[in-house]
């Protein structure tokens, strides 16, 4: 059987839209709007699948994310990658994942403000061409960068907060469950797979 006008126009639409995606990376390749770009091995855009409903935003590149290229490849990026496939979320094909800033602040270091708003535009960018259901900030830094709340993210995790009909899940960042790796209940591995319970409960219903 052949394909119909619906599937035929959804696979038109991902190839366009992988295109432009393709384009806003190397745009953001070259970017040197801020300190960072002079400190930087590889500009780290993102990975997995931008035809995904789940978007995951974190902190920034780390050693390993800025000589690679790519996003929470290191032992954070294993934490995270471990704790998804534990609710049956593959990181690589079931969502996105990109971070606050795009380079690497020296020696691990919080992004510092104007570092954020140089680079937010690049994210949000990324955000539009994907039009995720549901956005999992990993972190108290991207909590407060993208949606200007500056609370604990003991208070904000697993909690959704809706805006503009996006559906945020707020978790530990996954450096943060590699210093408490206990999966004792109550304990914040044990939180987090809870949360991540949620969103693919979510992502299945939408």
Not at 185 to 204: M, S
Request: hydrophobic residues 35%; contains cysteine.
């Amino acid at each position: 059987m052949g394909c119909s006008f619906k599937e035929i126009s959804l696979i038109f639409y991902k190839m366009v839209n992988q295109n432009k995606f393709q384009i806003l990376q190397k745009e953001c390749s070259n970017c040197i709007k801020c300190s960072l770009s002079s400190t930087r091995n590889n500009v780290v855009f993102g990975r997995g699948n931008p035809s995904s409903k789940l978007f995951v935003i974190g902190e920034g590149p780390g050693q390993q994310e800025d000589e690679q290229g790519l996003a929470f490849v290191g032992r954070a990026g294993k934490m995270l990658d471990s704790a998804f496939l534990s609710v049956g979320i593959d990181t690589n094909e079931d969502c996105y994942i990109s971070n606050i800033v795009k380079c690497r602040p020296p020696n691990n270091r919080k992004p510092l403000a104007n570092e954020v708003i140089e680079c937010m535009p690049w994210l949000n960018k990324q955000i539009q061409m994907v039009q995720p259901k549901v956005i999992v900030l990993a972190g108290s830094t991207a909590v407060q960068s993208y949606l200007n709340i500056d609370e604990p993210i003991s208070k904000l995790r697993g909690v959704w907060i809706v805006k503009d009909d996006i559906k945020y899940m707020p978790i530990f960042h996954p450096s943060y469950l590699l210093r408490n790796p206990s999966k004792e209940k109550g304990k914040p591995k044990w939180l987090t797979w809870q949360d991540l319970k949620k969103v693919k409960k979510e992502i299945n219903s939408v």
